[in-house]
């Protein structure tokens, strides 16, 4: 019997560890993702909803600081520099603040983006722009505040902010041009040497074409400045390989001084290893 209601206990107890209570959040977690030109644009955001309340100007004051959402920071990313008003933006994830007026909004990017709501102790240092943007009145209001990235161009984009009767856009560009010209620049000058020595690591390590492996290794080696120790590793074991000792340990001795130079021991090591093994 005591065996029976253990058993009965545990089941019990392990439904009531699972059993987890699930109610919708008031203001649900949004996440938008959009490619404007080359640049990756992400927002994460929660969207309250106005639920009979008088919003902007009450519920959300005028010229007060605002979270520009709900509960944590809304957290807005850009993959590269974009320009707002002529200013730089770097790179990087801002928290998204605004201090919304009746004709005006100002937009904040805050470089901190670890607080619930706003700062407890706003700090000027961390605004890495602020951008004043005109608001504009909707004839049909919007019930559910939303951050959206429209009208797309390759080189722009637009940051909308909505949420009752208000609207605010604010205009960024991104370096599209600059980052083609870069990628077509790159492509056509051929392979750099660190894809022919990962092309040489793979025909070494397969036992594959280790002619082919030769060839990329001595390319990747002819284009570098200064030629990376596991480069130089990488070439005496497959110069090994093809029943070139001597050339082989030639290259190894290279190896090892690039190996201190770099401070890197264990190369030293497993040069010096093969550079026995190869003189035998």
């Known amino acids: 019997m005591k065996k029976v209601l253990l058993i009965v206990f545990l089941i019990v107890l392990n439904l009531g560890a699972e059993a987890q209570v699930r109610i919708p959040e008031m203001s649900p977690k949004a996440v938008v ?49 974009v320009v707002i008003n002529g200013k730089t933006l770097k790179k990087g994830k801002y928290a998204l603040y605004s201090i919304p007026n009746v004709k005006t909004w100002d937009v904040l990017f805050y470089t901190a983006t670890d607080n619930w709501g706003t700062p407890k102790e706003f700090d000027e240092s961390k605004v890495a722009l602020k951008v004043s943007v005109d608001e504009e009145a ?96 990488l070439k005496s074991l497959i110069q090994a390989k093809q029943g070139d000792k001597k050339g082989a340990i030639e290259t190894a001795k290279w190896s090892i001084s690039a190996s201190e130079a770099a401070g890197n021991k264990e190369y030293v090591e497993m040069n010096k290893a093969s550079i026995e093994e190869w003189s035998r």
């Open 138 to 233: 909707l004839t049909k209001p919007v019930e559910t505040f939303t951050l959206a990235i429209n009208n797309l161009t390759t080189n722009s984009a637009t940051l909308d902010i909505s949420w009752e009767n208000s609207y605010v856009s604010l205009k960024f560009e991104v370096p599209t041009n600059k980052l083609a010209i870069a990628s077509i620049d790159k492509t056509l000058a051929g392979p750099t040497p660190e894809q022919f020595y990962t092309a040489a690591q793979y025909y070494y390590q397969s036992n594959g074409d280790i002619a082919k492996g030769r060839l990329y290794i001595d390319k990747a080696v002819e284009m570098s400045k200064n030629v990376p120790f596991y480069y130089l590793r």
């Open 33 to 81: 993702k959009q490619v404007v030109g080359l640049t990756d644009v992400e927002i994460v955001y929660s969207r309250p909803s106005a639920r009979g309340r008088s919003v902007l100007g009450n519920l959300v004051p005028f010229g007060q600081l605002w979270r520009t959402g709900a509960n944590e920071n809304s957290i807005i990313s850009f993959s590269d520099d």
